[in-house]
């Protein structure tokens, strides 16, 4: 790590880092915003949107980079709060089985159409309902260097499953961290705390070794104080719109039970040959569905004990080699997952459980074949094993069904420079999974940086995803056929301008969506219509000595959804193909994020960040939808969006959070953190909804932490 004192060296490094990467970073955080240990903890050149090795500024999609840094300052709680302040596009909702989270307009209830990586390595479940879920239900994050997320399609680079983004997290090494820390926080109002160890260490032949063990216990906000609130009357219970909801249920954002969480991870590497070994246990408690208060609000064990738990292994092996102009690396990863869902309110449905272990083999070869060409063909084999344990009603299950499946890939990507510095991209990937027929994915990209503060970018991909294995095996053998596949067509231009302390980025997307999710029709999941959309998304970032200050705007529009087949009755779209406006009915239609940091002093640092949804209009509009087309006494009626008169349900939230940092000496720092501060104003104002049945909401309470990093050596 360099070290920061001797002002005439900082004042070297500084300059020479700057210039070698040059300020004008699109859709991330701009060099200049960093200090020298985030700088030099910061590769120039990534691969997490390309094959080929590329400077960041140049990648041919956008990128939003999460520094080691700015996690400590945010004081998140976890990995979704963390996202949410920095990803421009980025929003979670609520559901029983975990958050539900979306990027850019596309959002599910399974988080199936995100993927997440570690070190490179895809960590989703894939089985049933989890998706993109490990990691994100878990408040330690001190071990992570960094966090790319590419926001839009990227199944050419990852396979199958990068529909909405990927979140591709990397962890310290013995490269980018050496000696011993600690890191303790502690949080009042919502309930929780958390240690954990992270220590690295290199030897005189280049062997290094990195440790990182954590826990916490989060016991959430306490139901006997939680704000759950509905924007109806109850029919049959005697609770009023807007009224807190007077029962317990189980206590908002807690691990599940209260339970430990755990975080292990060991990292070893020499030369070109690294092994990294990750274990977590997370979990996540979360209020019930809408209607079930309505069916059970008096019986409080029906509402009780809702939520999920996961626990996942991963080893990897991995090697590096280079000969000449080649550049082969060799990858061999296991990976074990046990994937648990718990509502008790669900007759015959109370706990779905899935365990799920694969073997992946990749190896991925780059050529540079000339001063200004590089070509990229890799291979890659999955093989999967699932145990799926039928619903039951019993507290143990019984007689899993259990089948493999492999899934074979070639991808392949060229990229050249021509006259003019312009750089374009071709990719192409085939993926043959047991159940689905070839897929296929190409991205074509240019990359014109036309001066040393312009980059100018435009960037075409189609993606696909299959569906859960669970889905695929019971079509593919009940019904004998291949599932339908997703995919969505992008186009995506954007600019990035830099003028002395200030640059902006302005990007737009154009987007035909072929969308696959649970069809009414056949129970099950199946093509359900296309929607086109597009984006518009502006970045404004200033810096100075002693200030930061970020400001982004989202805007997304639906212009049509045509559903595959007019039987479609339910679905979480969009309202607009039976007659109810023309918006996404779990999206804001407008998101406003603001970020600023101030340094009094060396010691002394203020940050804050404010988050404002403006609104689910389209949940309005699928109110209004259910209300004129179900009978009130069919319990299908509160499943999804209902409301009388009054719509501030669906209306603006907005949270505030502040931060003082405080650095006692090179070894210790101090922060206060607050959280959700707005509330203290107007509670509902920091509220946030529930996926699909919106009208129900929960109110994110002021609360308060404090944490201390300390460097023993």
């Keep these: 790590m360099l070290s920061t004192k001797g002002s005439g060296l900082k004042k070297f490094v500084w300059t020479a880092l700057v210039c070698v990467q040059s300020v004008n970073l699109l859709a991330q955080e701009d060099l200049l915003h960093l200090d020298l240990e985030d700088l030099s903890q910061i590769t120039t050149k990534s691969t997490s949107s390309t094959l080929i090795e590329t400077k960041k500024e140049y990648s041919p999609s956008t990128l939003t980079l999460i520094t080691h840094r700015q996690i400590e300052e945010s004081g998140a709680r976890s990995l979704d709060e963390l996202l949410e302040i920095y990803v421009p596009q980025l929003a979670y909702m609520y559901k029983v089985d975990g958050n539900q989270v979306g990027i850019g307009g596309i959002i599910s209830d399974r988080n199936n159409k995100v993927l997440l990586l570690i070190n490179g390595r895809v960590m989703n479940i894939r089985g049933k309902d989890g998706g993109a879920v490990a990691e994100r239900f878990i408040s330690m994050l001190d071990d992570i260097k960094q966090i790319e997320v590419l926001g839009g399609p990227g199944s050419t680079i990852y396979g199958a499953g990068a529909i909405a983004g990927v979140i591709s997290i990397t962890t310290f090494d013995s490269d980018s961290f050496d000696g011993l820390a600690v890191h303790a926080s502690a949080g009042y109002v919502e309930d929780f705390g958390s240690i954990a160890m992270k220590y690295a260490t290199k030897s005189d032949d280049d062997f290094g070794i990195f440790v990182y063990a954590g826990i916490d216990v989060n016991d959430g906000v306490d139901s006997a104080k939680l704000k759950n609130k509905f924007a109806f009357d109850f029919e049959t219970k005697d609770i009023k719109a807007y009224e807190r909801y007077p029962h317990e249920t189980v206590n908002l954002n807690a691990s599940f039970n209260q339970e430990t969480r755990k975080k292990l991870h060991l990292q070893l590497k020499k030369g070109g040959l690294e092994f990294w070994s990750r274990y977590t246990q997370s979990s996540l408690s979360l209020p019930t569905y809408q209607h079930f208060y309505i069916l059970y609000g008096d019986n409080y064990p029906w509402l009780r004990n809702t939520g999920s738990e996961n626990d996942q292994w991963c080893s990897v092996l991995k090697y590096t080699q280079k000969v000449g102009n080649f550049r082969t690396t060799y990858e061999l990863s296991y990976l074990q997952s046990e994937y648990e869902k718990i509502n008790l309110s669900k007759p015959g449905k109370e706990r779905e459980k899935i365990n799920e272990d694969n073997i992946d083999a990749k190896i991925v070869a780059t050529y540079k074949y000339s001063e200004n060409g590089d070509f990229a063909l890799g291979v890659e084999y999955l093989r999967s094993r699932f145990k799926d344990y039928k619903k039951s009603s019993i507290a143990f299950y019984q007689n899993p069904t259990s089948w493999t499946t492999n899934r074979y890939s070639v991808f392949a990507e060229a990229k050249n420079e ?296």
Excluded: C
Aim: aromatic share 18%.
């Design 418 to 713: 021509w006259l003019a510095k312009v750089m374009t991209f071709v990719d192409f990937r085939i993926d043959k999974h047991t159940y689905t027929d070839p897929l296929y994915s190409a991205r074509a990209a240019v990359v014109y940086p036309y001066s040393r503060n312009d980059v100018l970018k435009l960037n075409y991909s189609h993606s696909l995803r299959y569906i859960d294995e669970v889905d695929l095996y019971r079509q593919y053998h009940e019904n004998n056929e291949k599932p339908d596949v997703e995919s969505i067509d992008r186009v995506e231009l954007s600019y990035d301008k830099t003028v002395f302390h200030f640059s902006a980025t302005f990007k737009t997307t154009f987007n035909n969506h072929r969308i696959v999710a649970y069809n009414n029709i056949f129970k099950g999941t199946d093509y359900i219509g296309t929607a086109k959309f597009y984006t518009l998304e502006g970045i404004l970032r200033y810096h100075a000595a002693k200030y930061d200050f970020v400001l982004s705007h989202v805007f997304t529009s639906l212009n049509d959804f045509t559903l595959a087949d007019e039987r479609i009755v339910r679905q979480n779209v969009s309202a607009s193909p039976y007659g109810y406006g023309n918006d996404f009915a779990n999206w804001n239609k407008n998101i406003t994020k603001v970020r600023f940091d101030y340094n009094y002093n060396e010691k002394l640092k203020f940050i804050g960040s404010l988050r404002v949804f403006w609104g689910l209009k389209g949940s309005v509009d699928m109110a209004n939808y259910n209300k004129n087309t179900f009978p009130p006494a069919l319990p299908s009626y509160y499943k999804l969006p209902a409301y009388e008169d009054d719509t501030s349900a669906f209306g603006v939230s907005a949270y505030l959070n502040l931060s003082l940092r405080y650095r006692y000496n090179d070894k210790a720092t101090f922060a206060l953190h607050g959280y959700n501060l707005l509330g203290v104003v107007d509670e509902d104002i920091s509220k946030r909804n529930y996926f699909q049945t919106s009208s129900n909401y929960f109110v994110e309470e002021p609360a308060v932490a404090v944490s201390i990093d300390y460097k023993l050596y």
